[in-house]
Nanobody
């Protein structure tokens, strides 16, 4: 199983950008579909985006389509989330997640490993 560590969160203004990165340690990173979830205070953790093991296919939830981009580098064992046109409602703790197999499992909240989470705060 891989271990995941997020970095790159922080404070941004509405309309601004942030880039999150997730570093994976362990073997067989390319076997894992990877994704990002987020959890705002008082709300359930929700799916944001996912990418296949090869990086050839991606999925996004509707509220981030056209604003967020997920990517991965299997040579470096990293997965990134570029967040543009940020809104105050994007404020949350963001979690990196991985699952062996199809990225559709992530949308179904089937997760094999989680990162510890990183705070993103967007001010209006």
């Amino acid at each position: 199983q891989v271990q995941l560590v997020e970095s790159g969160g922080g404070l941004a203004q509405a309309g601004g950008s942030l880039r999150l990165s997730c570093a994976a340690s362990g073997r067989s990173f390319s076997r894992y579909a990877m994704g990002w979830f987020r959890q705002a205070p008082g709300k359930e953790r929700e799916f944001v985006a996912a990418i296949s093991g090869t990086g050839s296919a991606t999925d996004y939830t509707d509220f981030v389509k056209g604003r967020f981009t997920i990517s991965r580098d299997n040579a470096k064992n990293t997965v990134d989330l570029q967040m543009n046109s940020l809104k105050p409602e994007d404020t949350a703790v963001y979690y990196c997640a991985g699952v062996i197999g199809s990225r559709s499992r992530l949308r179904g909240r089937e997760v094999d490993c989680w990162g510890q989470g990183i705070q993103v705060t967007v001010s209006s």
